[in-house]
């Protein structure tokens, strides 16, 4: 048997004990399991291991997934029609290596039996773990105790571990421990919702299995999406002689069981590390792709776990340099904004060309798909905190280009047509009006890049990748929209982010984040000629795309003195919100699309969206009209729409309102607002937190390649920080009731980031510049929500 003696791990500081740095859950917390895996999720942008108890019963939905693992199925249609998706894919589990189960003098570990002394499970926010310690009274009235810890390591990708420990309470127990790595693990049917996942089950076909000693590895392949993976695991031992060890392989599982009696005071440990591979069936072949899992776990358990945890603290703390935001007066929120920030961080990878899915690697949700909260929320984070996921995730765009360029040609439109719903490029969404529709992800891209472009100036990426991004997506522009007699630009029959209206004409958002599409690539063309002439660009169509930008419609009620958010949307008739119960929420599981679409009723914020994105295209007085019209009419059925409604909130002025609004966003999966954080967490949700924050009361824009700040605080606050990374450099922003504070830490002499308070151009370099803070103008009275959809009042304390 193999044994190694392995350090305690180090003395916890005072920041470790800070609880804002920790998510909890204990025994009363048994009812809430699938929503509890989600929020301690552990993964690293290639791998996810979702928080599921270390036996793995009972479960609420278990799942091991591999960014852009999947498998293909066909899509049934009522009534078929031309261009409809005729395949989705669907995101699938895995072999998890997680499993660890154990029996007591012949009675099985579950927490739903015998005495549950002790169940405290933690995620330690800085540590990148998630510990586990359980004592446990079996029904025969046997006691054990569980120390467990689990990572998914961030340095290195496929690598994840797991230390488990048992020990007596306080007499001698008969031990089996089962560690085992499952292919086809069961996946439950979770909901009716349409907007679940659609479980494939037993989705993987055993090719290869090896067995030897502690050690083993797994190769599976797909059937219809033709991908191959390997998972290898390796184990460590520490136990009393008396402890036997042995191994099993069958297709769908490999097995090392230790048996053996525990006398009090002694104790097992079993460590296992596990490496995951992924590669197309016709790329690397079974046994050599099972090699590389192979050397990758061996590798990590010859470095010892303890250098595991090492390198992911260290990994966590460059991040937290640059990420962490501190919040004074909510300690609450100060732990939700930092739970967010982790799942950020961990949902990408700097060194492949990976995207981020709408749920990460945390649930099924949405079938795993990528959507444009992407490019439209989670980037916008990143690429102030982690420029280099941003990138990665942009590659991944341009490498799908083909596959979007085929799509335009198939709907018989120019350049290129990103899907809606994707994982490996294809159109995955049967929903036309909803999906197809949705032109506005393709301009949701552009402004990432554009936005990535101006925060680093890495114009590297912008002649290799970003110019091909920004010139097919405006020739989709160009080709689709029409240019009528009066000499306006219009695109017609679109659908914007607010779902409860489909295929209208000028919806504001969509115009105008093409616009912004259209004049950056002009701008990108002409500033890299020789790549956009090898395009097929040529200086008549940079004209015309400059021609159409300007051109474009923008519909606006004249009466009501406000923006339509499409045209005519301000003459449909109103909701009857009179008539709606608390229970007809979300709208879309009670009311039919052909009532919701006819009315003025608002699912998401669209119009107030297109006023965060483009903030230059309205007044002061504009965005105060349109948010006092826009609110009451806004019930917020979608997790995106808190965060840009607390932004423009706060810009306004109604402070506690927008409050009350962040935390709803920050809250969102901790607190399970929607019932729907069991299939997932929403990543876009948690990034909303931060831009409510930064964007909201820290004023901050950066849509023209400038940056300001428009910094107010809430009443509920009196501090608030936070960092942003901007051409290389840290700049790191403090506000208090008093004064704002810029200044560059890692500052050196010829150091220097230009930017705006409140109007004015400051140089901030090695020397911190403070300002004082503005009072804000009276708004006037707070804008209604719709009935019973205001969201919890916190703002007052």
């Not at 048996?259 to 992924?278: D, H, I, N, Q």
């Amino acid at each position: 048997m193999q044994s190694t003696a392995t350090a305690d791990e180090p003395a916890a500081t005072e920041s470790d004990r800070d609880e804002t740095w920790r998510i909890r859950r204990t025994a009363g917390d048994r009812d809430r399991l699938a929503e509890t895996e989600s929020i301690f999720a552990l993964g690293n942008g290639w791998v996810g291991w979702r928080g599921t108890l270390d036996e793995g019963e009972p479960y609420g939905m278990p799942g091991t997934y591999l960014n852009g693992f999947h498998e293909r199925r066909d899509v049934a249609y009522p009534e078929d029609g031309y261009g409809f998706p005729q395949q989705s894919d669907s995101v699938v589990s895995a072999p998890n290596a997680a499993l660890i189960r154990l029996w007591v003098d012949g009675e099985p570990l579950d927490i739903r039996t015998g005495t549950l002394r002790v169940h405290d499970r933690v995620l330690d926010l800085r540590a990148g773990v998630l510990r586990r310690e359980t004592e446990w009274i079996s029904p025969g009235a046997h006691g054990v105790r569980i120390r467990s810890t689990r990572l998914v390591s961030l340095p290195r990708r496929p690598v994840a571990a797991v230390r488990y420990e048992v020990e007596p309470l306080d007499a001698a127990v008969e031990l089996r421990i089962c560690s085992d790595l499952l292919a086809n693990e069961h996946v439950p049917e979770r909901s009716d919702d349409p907007r679940a996942a659609s479980v494939v089950q037993d989705p993987l076909t055993a090719e290869t299995r090896r067995s030897s000693g502690l050690d083993g590895v797994l190769v599976h392949r797909t059937d219809r999406s033709a991908q191959r993976v390997a998972v290898a695991v390796a184990h460590l031992v520490d136990a009393p002689p008396t402890v036997a060890t042995a191994g099993d392989c069958t297709p769908d599982r490999l097995r090392l069981t230790l048996t053996g009696r525990l006398a009090p005071g002694e104790r097992l440990r079993l460590t296992k590390f596990a490496a995951y591979e992924c590669a197309p069936v016709d790329g690397t072949p079974p046994d050599e792709l099972a090699d590389l899992a192979v050397a990758e776990a061996a590798g990590a358990r010859a470095d010892g776990f303890d250098a595991l945890l090492a390198d992911q603290r260290a990994a966590l703390d460059a991040a937290w340099r640059a990420a962490d935001l501190e919040l004074d007066g909510d300690p609450e929120l100060q732990q939700a904004v930092r739970f967010a920030l982790f799942h950020l961080l961990q949902a990408g990878r700097p060194d492949r060309d990976h995207t981020i899915p709408a749920k990460g690697l945390t649930g099924n949700g949405y079938d795993g798909h990528v959507l444009w909260d992407t490019e439209g929320y989670v980037l916008p984070v990143l690429t102030y905190l982690a420029p280099e996921i941003a990138r990665s995730a942009l590659r991944w765009r341009s490498a799908h280009l083909p596959e979007a360029r085929e799509r335009a040609a198939e709907l018989g439109l120019s350049g290129a047509t990103f899907p809606w719903r994707t994982i490996g490029g294809r159109e995955c969404s049967g929903y036309w009006p909803a999906g197809t529709a949705g032109l506005h992800v393709n301009a949701d891209i552009a402004d990432a890049v554009l936005r990535y472009v101006a925060a680093t100036g890495d114009d590297e990426f912008l002649a290799e990748a970003g110019v091909e991004l920004l010139v097919e997506t405006a020739r989709l522009w160009h080709g689709f929209g029409h240019r009528t007699a009066d000499g306006g630009f219009h695109l017609y029959g679109v659908t914007g982010p607010d779902e409860y209206s489909a295929l209208v004409d000028d919806n504001v958002f969509t115009n105008l984040m093409a616009r912004r599409n259209l004049r950056g690539a002009a701008d990108a063309a002409e500033r890299h000629p020789d790549r956009a002439e090898r395009l097929g660009v040529r200086p008549a169509e940079v004209a015309a795309w400059r021609a159409a930008a300007d051109a474009m419609a923008v519909p606006y009620d004249d009466e009501r003195g406000v923006h339509q958010q499409s045209a005519g949307f301000t003459t449909r008739p109103e909701w009857d919100f009179a008539d709606t119960d608390e229970d007809d929420y979300p709208l879309l599981l009670h009311h039919p699309y052909l009532e919701l679409y006819r009315r003025q009723v608002v699912k998401q914020a669209d119009l107030v969206l297109a006023m965060l994105r483009c903030p230059g295209e309205f007044t002061a007085d504009e965005k105060a009209r349109n948010v006092a019209y826009y609110q009451p009419r806004t019930v917020r059925d979608s997790s995106l729409s808190a965060a840009p409604q607390a932004v423009l909130a706060a810009e306004v002025g109604h402070l506690d309102l927008a409050y009350d609004l962040f935390a709803e966003s920050a809250l969102q999966d901790l607190a399970d607002l929607g019932d729907k954080t069991a299939d997932g967490l929403h990543l876009a949700s948690l990034a909303g937190a931060w831009l409510a924050l930064v964007q909201g009361f820290g004023g901050m824009r950066d849509d023209r390649g400038v940056l300001s700040f428009d910094p107010r605080l809430p009443r509920r606050l009196d501090r608030l920080a936070f960092h942003l990374r901007w051409h290389g450099h840290r700049l790191r922003v403090t506000l208090t009731r008093d004064e704002a504070c810029y200044e560059l830490p890692d500052a050196g002499p010829e150091d220097v980031v230009e930017l705006w308070h409140h109007g004015e151009r400051l140089s901030v370099g090695t020397t911190a510049v403070r300002r004082p803070m503005p009072p804000v103008p009276d708004p006037g009275p707070e804008p209604p929500c719709p009935p019973g959809r205001r969201p919890p009042r916190r703002s007052a304390g």
